[in-house]
């Protein structure tokens, strides 16, 4: 932490690309309202993807806007990006003002917000020499020495939030009330995409989800300079695991991109304990 402190629950880390579950929340709240279609062509809203077929909003999602639209997953965090336009054009307004209207605001994620490198960050309300004082500070490992890092200062739909553990597991404990999201409109947030020829995809709608031993699991993760998060639901048991760094230790050396979660070492301690087996829990 900044200033030598030790890390708290209540300590700040940049999610990175875990950001893109609430953004996808906040696109879905869009459409449970009637006010986009997932099939709406993205060139609707400005947006130029060079692309043999239409783009529509959902291969943005779903990171299947790469080739033919729909027929391959490629991670894509550049053009997952590009939904700040349609929430922007739809909601009539930015993709941090949604957000802290319709899920930091209502949660009352105490810490959570933009990135406070960027001019986002005012829509938290917060003040940013405290915030940043409660952020954990970033580093890099060179050699045997960790080398303070200075964070990305972008803020979007694909990455930029910063947030607490408690604030994380908050957010996925109102989507497991159904706080946020319909039962129906969720079921489609954690429905992997299928491709023409039916072929199952890692990914559905802002989240991963992957088979381990058997049992579902969604999840994501994050990575950036000086940044790895990771976030596992396993909803037949009602659990969710949150994990933040502020370093790239926890993600890099994974191909989580490319939706081999159970190369984690990280996620299978927490899949085999008590995703799938049967240790007990620690106490509240």
């Given at each position: 932490?900044?200033?030598?402190?030790?890390?708290?629950?209540?300590?700040?880390?940049?999610?990175?690309?875990?950001?893109?579950?609430?953004?996808?929340?906040v696109i879905?709240?869009l459409?449970q309202?009637?006010?986009?279609?997932?099939?709406?062509?993205?060139?609707?809203f400005?947006i130029?993807?060079?692309?043999?077929?239409?783009?529509r909003?959902?291969?943005?999602?779903?990171?299947?806007?790469?080739?033919?639209?729909?027929?391959?997953?490629?991670?894509?965090g550049?053009?997952?990006?590009?939904?700040?336009?349609v929430?922007?054009?739809?909601a009539?307004?930015?993709?941090?003002?949604?957000?802290?209207?319709?899920?930091l605001?209502?949660?009352?994620?105490?810490?959570?917000?933009p990135?406070?490198?960027s001019s986002?960050?005012?829509?938290?309300g917060?003040?940013?020499?405290?915030?940043?004082?409660?952020?954990?500070?970033?580093?890099?490992t060179s050699g045997?020495?960790?080398?303070?890092t200075?964070?990305?200062?972008?803020?979007?739909?694909?990455?930029?939030?910063?947030a607490?553990?408690?604030?994380?597991?908050?957010?996925s404990?109102?989507?497991?009330?159904?706080a946020?999201?319909?039962?129906?409109?969720k079921?489609?947030?954690?429905?992997?995409?299928?491709?023409p020829?039916g072929?199952?995809l890692?990914y559905?709608?802002?989240?991963f989800?992957?088979?381990?031993?058997?049992t579902?699991?969604?999840?994501?993760?994050?990575?950036?300079?000086?940044?790895?998060s990771l976030?596992?639901?396993?909803?037949d048991?009602?659990l969710?695991?949150?994990?933040?760094?502020?370093?790239?230790a926890?993600s890099?050396?994974?191909?989580l991109?490319?939706?081999?979660?159970?190369?984690?070492p990280w996620?299978?301690?927490?899949?085999?304990?008590?995703g799938?087996?049967?240790?007990?829990?620690p106490?509240?």
């Amino acid at each position: 932490m900044a200033g030598n402190r030790p890390a708290a629950d209540t300590s700040a880390y940049h999610l990175a690309s875990l950001t893109k579950p609430f953004a996808s929340t906040v696109i879905l709240q869009l459409v449970q309202e009637g006010r986009l279609s997932l099939d709406e062509p993205v060139s609707t809203f400005g947006i130029s993807v060079g692309s043999p077929g239409a783009v529509r909003v959902r291969h943005l999602l779903s990171h299947t806007s790469s080739g033919t639209p729909g027929t391959q997953f490629i991670y894509d965090g550049d053009r997952f990006g590009l939904l700040d336009a349609v929430i922007q054009q739809v909601a009539g307004k930015s993709f941090a003002e949604a957000l802290q209207e319709r899920i930091l605001g209502p949660l009352a994620l105490r810490h959570a917000a933009p990135n406070p490198l960027s001019s986002a960050f005012t829509v938290s309300g917060f003040d940013r020499t405290a915030y940043e004082r409660n952020l954990a500070r970033g580093y890099r490992t060179s050699g045997s020495n960790q080398v303070v890092t200075q964070y990305p200062s972008y803020f979007g739909t694909a990455a930029g939030l910063t947030a607490s553990v408690i604030d994380v597991a908050r957010f996925s404990m109102a989507l497991d009330s159904d706080a946020l999201l319909e039962p129906a409109t969720k079921a489609i947030a954690f429905t992997p995409a299928v491709t023409p020829n039916g072929a199952t995809l890692p990914y559905a709608l802002g989240w991963f989800v992957t088979s381990y031993r058997g049992t579902r699991v969604i999840w994501h993760y994050g990575l950036w300079t000086a940044i790895s998060s990771l976030i596992i639901k396993v909803p037949d048991r009602g659990l969710t695991f949150v994990l933040l760094a502020n370093t790239e230790a926890l993600s890099a050396p994974y191909p989580l991109g490319s939706g081999q979660l159970e190369k984690s070492p990280w996620a299978r301690a927490f899949l085999d304990a008590y995703g799938v087996g049967d240790a007990e829990l620690p106490p509240p």
